[in-house]
Nanobody, 127 residues
Framework: QVQLVESGGGSVQSGGSLKLSCAVS????????MGWFRQAPGKEREFVAT????????DYADSVKGRFTISRNNAENSVDLQMDSLKPEDTATYYC????????????????????WGQGTEVTVSS
């Protein structure tokens, strides 16, 4: 059974940085496309970033492009989200997700292909 555990959330002032990490257990990490999503209170869960199985292909939501960086380490079964120049509108609970992908270039920006989710980590950005 694949399990995902996020860490690294917290409170930061506008313009600051945080690095979220997601540890994945259960085997077969390199078979999964990984993603980060977020959900603010009263809002739908939204896509943030995705990375393909070996890290060659990435994509970001327009709202975070140029500020966030997703990366993965297949040797350590982990995926990170470096968040810089944070804004109050980045405040949300951030979720790590894993989806099986046949192609090494596959990335997913929708929630449906992701069958495994972490419990979430909260990020609060104050102005």
């Amino acid at each position: 059974q694949v399990q995902l555990v996020e860490s690294g959330g917290g409170s930061v002032q506008s313009g600051g940085s945080l690095k979220l990490s997601c540890a994945v257990s259960g085997g077969g990490f390199s078979l999964y496309t990984m993603g980060w999503f977020r959900q603010a209170p009263g809002k739908e869960r939204e896509f943030v970033a995705t990375v393909s199985r070996y890290g060659d292909n990435v994509d970001y939501a327009d709202s975070v492009k140029g500020r966030f960086t997703i990366s993965r380490n297949n040797a350590e079964n982990s995926v990170d989200l470096q968040m810089d120049s944070l804004k109050p509108e980045d405040t949300a609970t951030y979720y790590c997700a894993a989806g099986r992908a046949g192609s090494i270039q596959t990335i997913f920006t929708a929630t449906l292909p992701y069958h495994h989710w972490g419990q979430g980590t909260e990020v609060t950005v104050s102005s």
